[in-house]
């Protein structure tokens, strides 16, 4: 019993961490900019695999997780923040989905790993050490980079967030991204009040943002994705493939899929639209758990063997989630709030996303176990039902518009078209 306990606590610590490490993110990216906050998350991951590399007990691997949980949750608030703002909006959501796609093809490379090491000594340290090679090489790489150029604008230096913009843009669209980042600076200006936790639902534009984006990070989590990922090997075996090297091979071709998906994404998100992406994909995701629903439940009536057609329904879900629901909640995330409130709402509903995965990785095989496998598959494609009303009600599309036409699109929202509400923003108005 012991034993289990501790095995899902080093699991679930990394969880844990990037909680944390997302709720502090905001306030992190907000105050020392994106490129220290980026390196900073660079330094505690490194350290923490380091810790569990060099682990004698199990404690300390739970406190390496615990490490490596906090410079994942600052970086998954940071990362899509400083593509978004340094990017064209033209191109701004194939650039924050690359990072999704290296997201993912990180995860195929770990099962690549994970298979090399497991004929090596020491097995279970080189695995977790390994793990800070990619955190040293970005720290270093990130010397070269420059600061975000609209956190310069806004927060330090207009000269070198100026000089930045000149290496991205041409003259006349450098003088059109000045004349926005001008107009954003003085409405932050004409506020009353200091930025606080406290806006995000007191300003009905900012709390409408804030719903739109926590609410994509959470049915993100709850349509099973991370249940996917996390226990692939063990719905393989579920329905009926009870060979663990087999059960790992597909589960490597799952993982393979699922960059291969984000690579469409990168495309279809700045052609298709955000809106019309997620829709289309949470329609397809909804088909494949059906799918997988009955599968599992012709399974458990003693239908001759249906595994592949498992294996299908998983292989189905993930072309269908990888391209949509994979990018979009991040991309819409890092473009929909004001430049004041990008890096709170950000870290915020970065935070959500970490529960929510938590939630489901520390339920899915108890309420499997309860009800039925089938019947669980059924429960997450009614979750998916809801994400497609939600999406449908509550997320605009942003495709290539600027982040003033964003932050526009929700003061109409909260307050009509008429432009003599505006202001209201400006007085914190409580409505």
């Known amino acids: 019993m012991l034993y289990i306990y501790?095995?899902?606590?080093?699991?679930?610590?990394?969880?844990?961490?990037?909680?944390?490490?997302?709720?502090?993110?905001?306030?992190?990216?907000?105050?020392?900019?994106?490129?220290?906050?980026?390196?900073?998350?660079?330094?505690?991951?490194?350290?923490?695999?380091?810790?569990?590399?060099?682990?004698?007990?199990?404690?300390?691997?739970?406190?390496?997780?615990?490490?490596?949980?906090?410079?994942?949750?600052?970086?998954?608030?940071?990362?899509?923040?400083?593509?978004?703002?340094?990017?064209?909006?033209?191109?701004?959501?194939?650039?924050?989905?690359?990072?999704?796609?290296?997201?993912?093809?990180?995860?195929?490379?770990?099962?690549?790993?994970?298979?090399?090491?497991?004929?090596?000594?020491?097995?279970?340290?080189?695995?977790?050490?390994?793990?800070?090679?990619?955190?040293?090489?970005q720290f270093f790489l990130m010397l070269f980079l420059p600061e975000s150029p609209r956190w310069l604008y806004m927060k330090k230096s207009k000269t070198d967030a100026i000089v930045v913009l000149s290496k991205i843009y041409d003259p006349y669209r450098l003088e059109e991204e000045l004349d926005q980042l001008s107009a954003a600076l003085e409405e932050e200006h004409h506020r009353k009040n200091a930025i606080s936790y406290w806006d995000v639902f007191r300003i009905k534009e900012i709390r409408l943002a804030f719903i739109a984006g926590a609410g994509l990070q959470a049915f993100q989590q709850f349509t099973g994705i991370n249940t996917v990922m996390y226990y692939s090997p063990t719905i393989v075996q579920m329905a009926g493939f009870t060979s663990n090297q087999l059960a790992l091979l597909l589960s490597l071709i799952v993982a393979l899929m699922n960059a291969a998906g984000t690579i469409v994404g990168i495309y279809l998100i700045d052609h298709f639209g955000r809106r019309k992406l997620a829709l289309s994909s949470l329609t397809g995701v909804f088909l494949s758990l059906i799918l997988l629903s009955v599968a599992f439940y012709l399974e458990s009536i003693g239908t001759a063997s249906i595994g592949w057609l498992a294996v299908l329904g998983l292989t189905l879900y993930i072309a269908f989630f990888a391209p949509g629901m994979g990018p979009v909640p991040w991309t819409v995330n890092s473009e929909i709030y004001p430049e004041s409130y990008r890096g709170i709402c950000g870290g915020m509903s970065a935070t959500v996303n970490w529960v929510s995965n938590l939630i489901v990785a520390q339920s899915f095989l108890s309420i499997a176990e309860a009800v039925g496998t089938s019947l669980t598959f059924l429960i997450l494609a009614v979750i998916a039902v809801l994400a497609f009303g939600f999406v449908f009600v509550f997320v605009p599309e942003t495709k290539g518009l600027t982040f003033e036409e964003v932050e526009k699109i929700w003061k109409e929202r909260a307050y009509g078209s008429s432009s003599r509400l505006e202001p209201l923003i400006e007085n914190g108005d409580e409505s």
Do not use: C, H
């Not at 990017?87 to 690359?98: D, H, K, Q, Y």
């Not at 994970?114 to 020491?122: A, I, K, Q, S, Y």
């Open 6 to 137: 501790i095995q899902e606590t080093i699991v679930s610590m990394a969880l844990v961490g990037a909680m944390i490490g997302a709720a502090a993110g905001g306030v992190i990216n907000d105050a020392y900019g994106r490129k220290k906050a980026t390196l900073l998350a660079d330094v505690i991951f490194a350290l923490g695999s380091f810790v569990m590399a060099a682990a004698w007990n199990p404690y300390v691997i739970i406190f390496g997780r615990l490490l490596v949980g906090l410079g994942v949750g600052v970086a998954s608030v940071t990362a899509p923040m400083y593509i978004a703002e340094a990017a064209p909006s033209e191109i701004r959501g194939g650039l924050v989905s690359t990072n999704v796609l290296m997201i993912t093809s990180g995860q195929f490379l770990s099962y690549l790993v994970n298979l090399v090491f497991t004929e090596v000594p020491g097995t279970w340290r080189w695995m977790l050490g390994v793990a800070a090679v990619p955190a040293i090489i």
